[in-house]
């Protein structure tokens, strides 16, 4: 079975309570320890990319990040969806056949640029011409930013989504998404749903927000964060040794 194949399969029939839980590596070494730990996937993060290669969220060179992104997946055998912001003005053509070379299975593509709503119904021609040039060969996950940019109107968010799943989302990610309003995304949502997790227990478990309704949980650079934390207490100690 090819690997898109097997990513699109582990979307299917999840029971309530145990989504699709995919950490974010930033670098082959973080993808290793990933894929040791059992997890069956993994979704990069571009802001934890951006930061390991000194760049700021957003404005990782397109050529950086493919790179990136092929170092990760051929780093290991599971499967590897990649966060490509906005697209880095390539055509859809382009955009595929790059991510192919890469080896990714998948895609998060987000609806906003530079912090403003895009056009939904603009941005599902162009997701629909990227689901076009990817045939079955991609896993598109389409980002949702109404709640981090727009007015955090569920509803707008529900109509968006619907957009981009008839334009052939295979997925949709209403990142910033208040736990509370879930539910009611998950009942407005045809198709998988992908909610932000934390690593600091602030928020819900992966487990709760299956319970709620998530089809998968992405945890953005939250893991390279935790890390980075790791890493300055221990260079912190060691430095007054």
């Known amino acids: 079975m090819r690997k898109v194949e097997v990513f699109r399969a582990l979307h299917r029939s999840r029971l309530p309570g145990d989504p699709l ?20 996937a993994l979704a990069t993060p571009s802001a934890g990319i951006a930061a390991a290669l000194g760049h700021q969220d957003g404005s990782t060179p397109a050529d950086e990040m493919f790179a990136a992104v092929a170092r990760i997946s051929g780093a290991v055998r599971i499967p590897v969806s990649a966060d490509l ?17 890469a080896g990714a299975v998948g895609c998060n593509l987000e609806d906003s640029r530079r ?18 040039a990817a045939g079955d060969q991609l896993f598109v996950n389409a980002r949702v930013d109404t709640f981090s940019y727009g007015d955090g109107d569920p509803e707008r968010a529900i109509e968006r989504a619907a957009l981009y799943v008839a ?7 209403p990142i910033g998404a208040p736990v509370g309003v879930l539910p009611l995304l998950r009942s ?39 890390a980075a934390l790791a890493l300055q207490g221990k260079a912190t100690e060691l430095r007054k040794q």
């Open 85 to 101: 912001e906005g697209g880095y003005g390539l055509t859809p053509k382009e955009l595929v056949e790059r991510l192919l070379e």
């Open 115 to 132: 912090g403003v709503l895009k056009d939904p119904h603009e941005h599902a021609e162009w997701l629909a011409e990227v689901r076009y």
């Open 167 to 173: 334009a052939g989302a295979d997925c949709v990610y």
């Open 21 to 40: 839980v995919l950490p974010g590596p930033w670098d082959a070494l973080s993808a290793r320890v990933c894929e040791e730990a059992g997890f069956p």
């Open 188 to 226: 407005g949502i045809q198709g998988p749903v992908n909610m932000f997790g934390r690593l600091d227990g602030e928020g819900p478990s992966p487990t709760e927000l299956g319970e709620l309704g998530a089809t998968r949980v992405t945890f953005g650079p939250g893991l390279q964060r935790w």
